[in-house]
């Protein structure tokens, strides 16, 4: 008796059906399952409530949310700032290090060592190193005379305990962790571009200057753009450090979007309303994604 047979064509849906199926189940459901909580009321921690449609109520509500409002300006600043140092540093340190000198190697594979730790242990090293008491930080500021003995002597130099600079000492370590980053992937842009026109500049007797804004920036816009999409998107949910290095305090001084979602959704346990400030997250990310595609088309 003869099998029938089947086709290359049909034998290659038949293989990647499993690889699908996983990842549907794995970003698909709970992405769309997201979206429906979002228009009920399902507060866990009141199971007496019950769970019932309320429609778009959830989000007619954060339009009056202080918290959510306020986490979201934080949100934009934290990733509007974190990723415009990480970019311009990354691109300072390419330039200077795509250049030929001894040892080279090492201080490229150095430069890249904050970036391959956990946020979790860098955001207690960071705490341990901003502690107003015993921590580094304070100690150099001092030594440099930039703290004065009442503030050091005292620990009123409390960074992650000041609503002012709470915010801004992660946006440091962000910074620090995450510029690597941004070099890796300029100087691969970097030493890609060919030599040719760099060479031709140079005999037509182009500045430095203008050989890099006419040349360089140019070639380097599809790095650019890749790096800052996957920045954007990595800073606006960010929620490790912040968890370890100041709960989001003090106060909800460094609070953003995805804090709150959590403190909504594992504190307050309502669910229904998590989700909704879930999937709006989603959206601001898509939206500034599509800013920076656009802006990149009009260049």
Same mark, same amino acid.
């Given at each position: 008796?003869?099998?029938?047979?089947?086709?290359?064509?049909?034998?290659?849906?038949?293989?990647?059906?499993?690889?699908?199926?996983?990842?549907?189940?794995?970003?698909?459901?709970?992405?769309?399952?997201?979206?429906?909580?979002?228009?009920?009321?399902?507060?866990?921690?009141?199971?007496?409530?019950?769970?019932?449609?309320?429609?778009?109520?959830?989000?007619?509500?954060?339009?009056?949310?202080?918290?959510?409002?306020?986490?979201?300006?934080?949100?934009?600043?934290?990733?509007?700032?974190?990723?415009?140092?990480?970019? $311009?540093?990354?691109?300072?340190?390419?330039?200077?290090?795509?250049?030929?000198?001894?040892?080279?190697?090492?201080?490229? &594979?150095?430069?890249?060592?904050?970036?391959?730790?956990?946020?979790?242990?860098?955001?207690?090293?960071?705490?341990?190193?901003?502690?107003?008491?015993?921590?580094?930080?304070?100690?150099?500021?001092?030594?440099?005379?930039?703290?004065?003995?009442?503030?050091?002597?005292?620990?009123?130099?409390?960074?992650?305990?000041?609503?002012?600079?709470?915010?801004?000492?992660?946006?440091?370590?962000?910074?620090?962790?995450?510029?690597?980053?941004?070099?890796?992937?300029?100087?691969?842009?970097?030493?890609?571009?060919?030599?040719?026109?760099?060479?031709?500049?140079?005999?037509?007797?182009?500045?430095?200057?203008?050989?890099?804004?006419?040349?360089?920036?140019? &070639?380097?816009?599809?790095?650019?753009?890749?790096?800052?999409?996957?920045?954007?998107?990595?800073?606006?949910?960010?929620?490790?450090?912040?968890?370890?290095?100041?709960?989001?305090?003090?106060?909800?001084?460094?609070?953003?979007?995805?804090?709150? &979602?959590?403190?909504?959704? $594992?504190?307050?346990?309502?669910?229904?309303?998590?989700?909704?400030?879930? $999937?709006?997250?989603?959206?601001?990310?898509?939206?500034?994604?599509?800013?920076?595609?656009?802006?990149?088309?009009?260049?």
């Amino acid at each position: 008796m003869r099998m029938p047979s089947i086709s290359d064509k049909h034998l290659a849906y038949i293989l990647i059906i499993p690889a699908v199926a996983f990842l549907v189940a794995l970003t698909v459901f709970p992405f769309a399952f997201s979206v429906v909580v979002s228009f009920l009321n399902w507060n866990i921690g009141h199971p007496e409530y019950g769970i019932y449609l309320v429609g778009v109520k959830n989000y007619v509500d954060m339009l009056s949310d202080y918290r959510f409002l306020g986490g979201l300006i934080r949100s934009l600043f934290y990733t509007g700032t974190a990723v415009s140092a990480e970019y $311009f540093l990354g691109l300072l340190f390419a330039l200077l290090l795509s250049r030929e000198f001894r040892g080279r190697g090492i201080v490229r &594979a150095l430069f890249l060592v904050p970036m391959v730790g956990t946020p979790i242990v860098y955001g207690l090293l960071w705490r341990m190193l901003y502690n107003p008491d015993f921590g580094l930080i304070n100690y150099i500021l001092y030594s440099l005379g930039l703290l004065s003995s009442s503030q050091f002597y005292s620990g009123h130099a409390d960074w992650l305990g000041n609503p002012t600079f709470a915010l801004l000492s992660i946006i440091i370590v962000d910074i620090w962790q995450w510029t690597p980053f941004m070099f890796l992937i300029l100087l691969a842009g970097i030493s890609s571009i060919p030599t040719e026109p760099l060479e031709a500049a140079k005999v037509d007797g182009a500045s430095a200057w203008q050989t890099f804004t006419h040349i360089t920036l140019p &070639a380097l816009m599809p790095a650019t753009v890749v790096s800052l999409l996957i920045r954007t998107m990595d800073v606006f949910k960010d929620f490790d450090k912040i968890y370890i290095m100041t709960g989001g305090g003090p106060g909800v001084a460094s609070e953003t979007m995805n804090y709150y &979602a959590y403190d909504v959704a $594992f504190n307050y346990m309502n669910l229904g309303y998590a989700a909704a400030i879930a $999937f709006t997250m989603s959206v601001c990310v898509l939206i500034l994604s599509n800013v920076y595609l656009r802006f990149t088309r009009m260049g």
